[in-house]
Structure formats: structure tokens, C-alpha cells
């Protein structure tokens, strides 16, 4: 992923029996400069286990009744969700029984304030998102620094085994007849995997040592901010 983290088009999931209801969202939304993707699916659909991706979900009334299954369904998949109500009983009872839901009433400009609702909460969603990648990147770098660290305070170990196996393998080659032609190139080829290794080793050193002078070299340009003030009149 690198240090630029992506992000997709956000999609808004609208659960309503009323086409004409999810035909007004979508119309206002389109007057926007940021226009989300649109999933419709019905009440009975999604209550019977219709699965999609989606950022924030929009739920209406089904045919006038409050929609426990859709909202609880809709709430328990961690999403931002909107209910837009008939009157202000249902409102009550979604603040009731749904308090993470933000309801809201379907009465005279419900659309505008529904797509700033909803575009305050893609937005939010949006920060939790490049948060968790963010955290997610920061552990992976985590991770690797930790391996490093861990490759570089073995190497002195490493190249003692090494050492030994060099020098036993080259010991052996040095005697004339002591090995059969097969078994010969058998310590041959662990003589050589054993330079390969070393040479990998010193890379791994000469690394360090570069790191560790961009450091200082980083240190040293960074300006005297103590220097400066004294120096200041």
C-alpha cells in the first residue's frame, strides 16, 4: 500500500419498501459534488439475509411500521445508520431502542437534511477508515522494525556458525582422497551456501551502517533552534 493510503467511492445501502422514497434520496444526493454509490434492496430482502458492502445504511419505514428486524440488522454490522421515520412516535422508539441509530422524520425538506446527515456520517466514516489503516501500517512497520532489530542482534551469532562451517567444509576439500567425488560435492555445496550466507550477513551490517548515518546526517541538518535565540538580538 505504501505511505498513500486509497480509498474507494463510499456506498450507501438503502433498505425501503417505497421505491419513490429511495428515487428522492438518490435524486438529492446527485445535486451534491460527491455522489456515493447506491445499493436498493427491499425490507424482506435484507431481513432475509441479503448481504452487501456498504458504508452507511438508510432504512424507511416498511409500510408504515417500525422496522425492528431491518434496524437490527442494519446496527449489528457496525455501519453508520439513518432511519427517516413517518412521524415522531417512531422517531421515539428508534432513539429508545436504537441509540446508536440517528433517526430522523420524514417531514418537509427531509431530504436535505437527510443527505447532510448522511454525508457528516461518510465523512466520519471516512476518518475511522484512514485511522484503522493508518494503525494497521503502523503495526506492520512495527512488526519488520522488530525483525530487524532481532536479524541484526544475531548476526554476531550467525557468523560464528558460519565460520566454523567454512572452515571444517574448506578443512575437508584440503584432503586429498578423504571423500568420495559424490560426498566432495556435497561439502562443496555447503561450503558455497555458507559464503552466500555470509555475503548476505555483511549486507545486512553495511545496511545498518547506512541507516545509522542517515540518521546522524538527518540530526546534523535539522537547525540549532537554542543556537539561534541566543544568537538573536
Not at 88 to 109: I, M, N, Y
Not at 165 to 187: F, H, K, T, Y
Request: one cysteine or more.
Amino acid at each position: 500500500m505504501g505511505g498513500e493510503i486509497m480509498l474507494q467511492q463510499p456506498t450507501v445501502l438503502i433498505v425501503a419498501d417505497d421505491v419513490e422514497f429511495a428515487r428522492a434520496v438518490m435524486a438529492r444526493w446527485q445535486t451534491e459534488r460527491s455522489v456515493p454509490a447506491f445499493v436498493l434492496v427491499s425490507s424482506e430482502i435484507w431481513n432475509h439475509g441479503s448481504s452487501t458492502a456498504f458504508d452507511i445504511a438508510i432504512v424507511n419505514s416498511a409500510k408504515g411500521k417500525f422496522p425492528q428486524e431491518t434496524l437490527e440488522r442494519a446496527e449489528s454490522l457496525d455501519k453508520p445508520v439513518i432511519y427517516v421515520c413517518q412521524d415522531s412516535s417512531g422517531l421515539q422508539v428508534a432513539r429508545d431502542k436504537f441509540p446508536k441509530v440517528l433517526a430522523l422524520r420524514q417531514h418537509e425538506g427531509w431530504p436535505d437534511a437527510l443527505v447532510l446527515l448522511g454525508g457528516e456520517a461518510l465523512r466520519r466514516a471516512e476518518a475511522v477508515n484512514r485511522a484503522k489503516q493508518a494503525e494497521e501500517s503502523t503495526a506492520l512497520s512495527q512488526r519488520e522494525a522488530t525483525l530487524g532489530r532481532y536479524m541484526l542482534e544475531m548476526r554476531h551469532s550467525l557468523n560464528n556458525a558460519l565460520t566454523s562451517v567454512l572452515g571444517n567444509s574448506e578443512l575437508l576439500l584440503l584432503e586429498p582422497g578423504a571423500l568420495s567425488a559424490q560426498l566432495r560435492d556435497q561439502v562443496d555445496t555447503i561450503r558455497n551456501m555458507a559464503l552466500r550466507m555470509h555475503e548476505i550477513i555483511q549486507r545486512f551490517s553495511s545496511l545498518e551502517s547506512e541507516m545509522r548515518c542517515a540518521t546522524q546526517g538527518q540530526q546534523q541538518s535539522r537547525p540549532n533552534v537554542k543556537a539561534f535565540r541566543a544568537a538573536a538580538p
